[in-house]
């Protein structure tokens, strides 16, 4: 059973538009999330995360939004460029994920920004 | 640096033979994960390593994958015997510390024929 939900397989958005990628975890005692991006034939490369203490972290184009209540988080990026077309990896961990230390991954998606 | 370094980046070879994914990790990093990525399952954690003891073996999916860790600098994945549905793209990571993120290797991609 995934811990990890990515729904959406793939996002196509506009350049200049907002991208919104959802993630939504299943297990309450996860307390970090990341998120990951993934170009073809490159190994994922982290991009931002969030403690379960906060609800918003903000890194220039990319701000992650955490609703703990749901066991949501997304990813926003404003505007959104060509260059940010790659697969996007949701990532979360905790005690109860088994392992401290081992970060349980969704299935992915993938943003195409479109010119 | 140079990151986490995997070899090869391409593997193909013929069922029932032996295959050995090798990674070397970022200098001074503690923890070393394999994961397995797949259309159907995602990203799967195989097993990690923590200061070269491996911790959690429970994502290895049968006793024909092994992994070792001699020593903080190299590690180990393999296969034998070998099948088609073991193709997939394989990731090392290191990290230090948990709360720093991962950083991933290019991958391997295995192809089983």
């Known amino acids: 059973d995934q811990q990890v939900k990515q729904n959406s397989p793939s996002l196509s958005v506009q350049e200049g538009r907002i991208s919104i990628l959802n993630c939504d975890y299943t297990?309450?005692?996860?307390?970090?999330f990341l998120w990951y991006k993934k170009y073809p034939a490159e190994g994922p490369t982290f991009l931002i995360s969030?403690?379960?203490?906060?609800d918003k972290n903000e890194d220039g184009r990319f701000t992650v939004f955490l609703n703990k209540s749901a066991k949501h988080l997304s990813l926003h990026i404003v505007p959104s460029q060509p260059g940010d077309s790659a697969v996007y990896f949701c990532?979360?961990?905790?005690?109860?994920?088994?392992?401290?230390?081992?970060?349980?991954f969704g299935k992915g998606t993938k943003l195409s920004v479109k010119p | 640096d140079a990151g986490v370094i995997q070899s090869p980046r391409h593997e193909v070879t013929e069922m029932g033979q032996e295959v050995t994914l090798r990674c070397k990790p970022i200098s001074g990093h503690n923890s070393l994960f394999w994961y397995r990525q797949t259309m159907m399952r995602g990203l799967e954690l195989l097993i990690y390593f923590n200061n070269n003891v491996p911790i959690d073996d429970s994502g290895m999916p049968e006793d024909r994958f092994s992994a070792k860790m001699p020593n903080a600098s190299f590690s180990t994945l393999k296969i034998q015997p070998s099948e088609p549905r073991d193709s997939a793209v394989y990731f090392c990571?290191?990290?230090?510390?948990?709360?720093?993120?991962?950083?991933f290797g290019s991958g391997t991609r295995l192809t089983v024929v």
């Open positions: 990532a979360a961990s905790g005690l109860a994920g088994g392992s401290q230390g081992n970060l349980i």
């Open positions: 969030i403690s379960s203490i906060k």
């Open positions: 990571a290191s990290s230090f510390g948990f709360y720093y993120g991962y950083t």
């Open positions: 297990n309450s005692m996860f307390d970090y």
